[in-house]
């Protein structure tokens, strides 16, 4: 089966600065997708960012990057310029592709930015 | 537009009753979720749901029960059986076979307090 672990229950960031947020996970499979979720205080899921295993190059939207690195099974979230609005609870995500599988999240990050 | 609809925002559920919550996709899913959310911690699996008149069982499906008699409805019951049911509850839906990428559509999540 698989899973998702997110090493960091809190991190905190000055407004401005760069932070990177853990997500390692383990599968047997070839083929799945990836995903960063934020969920601020009024707790809709929101998607952040979307990797397909099969791309090599590491997907980024505006502020957000991440580094996928599929041989040590590891899908870190970069977050540059950090904003206020960025505070929230952060997951990672695992689904495989084509399959009758579930999702599986891992346990969350709760990241501050501090002014 | 589409998305996922989910109702009641908020449900008071009194001890010894069963309450219904409902989910409704028009995204043309076939798969669908529910998640429990506790306060600070991640989602857990409760029921999916990969086809119309089939769903498994996730993590924690004790006290809880689901149907899916059509495809844009995925309802989960909180039975008397459930014997924390506080909680928040989110409901998700995904085309797993779709090959060119996909996402999990999340609906806005409803708050269930038991007085």
């Known amino acids: 089966a698989q899973t998702v672990t997110q090493s960091q229950p809190e991190m905190s960031v000055q407004e401005a600065e760069t932070v990177t947020l853990s997500c390692t996970y383990d599968t047997s499979e070839s083929n799945y997708y990836l995903f960063w979720y934020k969920q601020p205080p009024s707790r809709q899921m929101i998607l952040v960012i979307r990797q397909e295993a099969y791309k090599q190059q590491n997907a980024t939207e505006n502020r957000f990057s991440v580094n996928f690195q599929k041989a040590a099974k590891s899908f870190s979230l970069k977050i540059s310029d950090s904003q206020l609005g960025d505070t929230a609870m952060y997951f990672c995500a695992f689904m495989r592709q084509g399959g009758s599988e579930k999702l599986v999240f891992g346990k969350g990050t709760k990241l501050t930015v501090n002014p | 537009d589409g998305g996922i609809t989910q109702s009641p925002k908020y449900l008071f559920r009194k001890e010894g009753q069963n309450v219904t919550l409902s989910c409704e996709q028009n995204?043309?899913?076939?798969?669908m979720y529910w998640y429990r959310q506790d306060p600070g911690q991640g989602l857990r699996l409760i029921y999916y749901?990969?086809?119309?008149?089939?769903?498994q069982k996730g993590d924690i499906a004790e006290g809880y029960s689901v149907s899916r008699e059509k495809k844009e409805s995925f309802p989960l019951t909180v039975t008397s059986a459930q014997k924390n049911p506080t909680a928040f509850y989110l409901c998700?839906?995904?085309?797993?076979?779709?090959?060119?990428?996909?996402?999990?559509?999340f609906g806005e999540g409803s708050w269930l307090t038991v007085v």
């Open positions: 749901s990969q086809i119309v008149n089939d769903f």
């Open positions: 998700a839906s995904t085309d797993p076979g779709h090959f060119s990428g996909n996402t999990i559509y």
């Open positions: 995204l043309n899913h076939d798969a």
